[in-house]
């Protein structure tokens, strides 16, 4: 009932009582910082946004811009003050344009959704795949030289299905498995990329030479597996939004932590694509009400409501599981939390 309601009502977004009138963007600030700033509510943030029509990308925010609170068509916004304060903005919004004129504007050194530095590692070269289908990928035989551990520029011997001469494949290492926790059900592997290759050479016998081109922070290792390269299909830009999820979920990992998470984390939620989420997409965390005594009906256990706990944004959808950044957090975070879209307010 929660997820049915939680847009049903849609008044306009809550500015804060601090909001800047003015404010220079810094490096280093973030769209969820800024957001921040001006509403209560910072995942409605498009929705106050002043759109340049001239432009094809925006959202858009750099360092050094300056952002100026106006009303507008009786509509409290915020735009980039070009020089002519919230008179420019507003011909910006609403003044008529040919199509052809649009500008092209470069996402380099814009302002990013959430701190790229605390997921590059989870945008790059980690992904959640079918262990089904990982099974069944060629594996790494042995070394040239026969080591235990080889990195960049060593050769290697791959087993498996015939790899293609000339060809640049990955070398993934085996992780985590994702279980559901309803259905107990393995819903994703987690693997990382240890190294790229190219491939010099096949045998007779089918087994495949390839020379190790890169290495990322991790030796090659027998048995790690190797398959052609997985693209990074993650836009170049996204934008916190509330999420339009079909179920509510569950945080099922905290990355690199073995208990809580909190804000600048990375979590790991039984929701992808499958269900509809996807990058941007902002959830709410909700945690489970603690159990009390009831003294007055015979010391019978009751269980508190749930309360939120914090926000978290997906940066990289799977079929069934997603990667999300904790962007606040009132309490501490842990495995078991439930998400929600967040309710508008």
Same mark, same amino acid.
Not at 16 to 21: E, Q, S, V
Not at 55 to 63: A, F, G, M, Q, W
Not at 70 to 93: F, N, P, S, W, Y
Not at 218 to 226: A, L
């Given at each position: ?5 939680? @847009? ?12 800047? +009138? ?29 759109? !340049?029509?001239?432009?094809? +990308?925006? @959202? ?42 649009v500008a092209v504007t470069s996402t380099a050194n814009s302002v990013p959704a959430i701190p790229l530095s605390a997921i590059r590692h989870w945008l790059d070269k980690t992904l959640i795949v079918n262990p089904a289908d990982f099974n069944t990928t060629p594996y790494v035989l042995a070394s040239k030289n026969r080591n235990l551990i ?20 990955? &070398? ?13 059900? =393995? $819903?994703?592997?987690? &693997?990382?990329? &240890?190294?790229?290759?190219? =491939?010099?050479? /096949? ?33 170049? $830009? ?6 339009? /999820? ?5 945080? =099922?990992? =905290? ?18 694509? !499958? ?6 997409? &902002? ?14 009906? +015979? ?10 706990s914090g926000t978290v944004m997906v940066f990289n959808s799977f079929e069934d599981i997603s990667y999300a950044y904790v962007l606040d957090s009132e309490l501490l975070i842990n495995v078991g939390d439930q998400l929600l879209p967040p309710p508008y307010l």
């Open positions: 009932m929660l997820m049915s309601t939680a @847009h049903a009502n849609n008044p306009a977004p809550t500015i804060k009582a601090d909001a800047p +009138n003015r404010y220079i963007v810094k490096k280093g600030d973030t769209l969820w910082d800024i957001s921040g700033r001006y509403l209560e509510s910072p995942w409605r943030w498009k929705e106050i946004w002043a759109t !340049n029509k001239q432009i094809k +990308n925006p @959202h858009l925010i750099y360092p050094n811009d300056i952002l100026i609170l106006c009303i507008i068509q009786g509509k409290t916004l915020i735009g980039v003050d070009t020089g002519e304060g919230c008179a420019g903005v507003e011909k910006q919004l609403t003044s008529d344009f040919v199509a052809s004129s080889t990195a960049s520029g060593d050769k290697v011997y791959v087993k498996g299905v015939t790899l293609i001469t000339g060809q640049r494949y990955g &070398v993934y290492r085996e992780g985590e498995r994702y279980v559901d926790p309803k259905t107990q059900k =393995v $819903i994703g592997l987690e &693997v990382t990329q &240890v190294a790229t290759g190219l =491939v010099t050479d /096949v045998a007779n016998n089918g087994v495949s030479s390839l020379q190790l081109t890169e290495s990322y922070g991790k030796e090659v290792r027998e048995g790690d597996r190797v398959f052609v390269e997985l693209g990074n299909s993650i836009p170049p $830009i996204f934008y916190p939004t509330p999420a339009t /999820v079909n179920r509510g979920g569950m945080i =099922v990992r =905290v990355m690199d932590s073995i208990s809580s998470a909190a804000r600048g984390s990375v979590v790991a939620i039984n929701l992808g694509s !499958n269900q509809g989420a996807k990058p941007g997409d &902002v959830l709410t965390v909700y945690q489970k009400g603690p159990l009390v005594r009831d003294t007055i009906d +015979n010391d019978a256990s009751v269980r508190l409501p749930s309360e939120p």
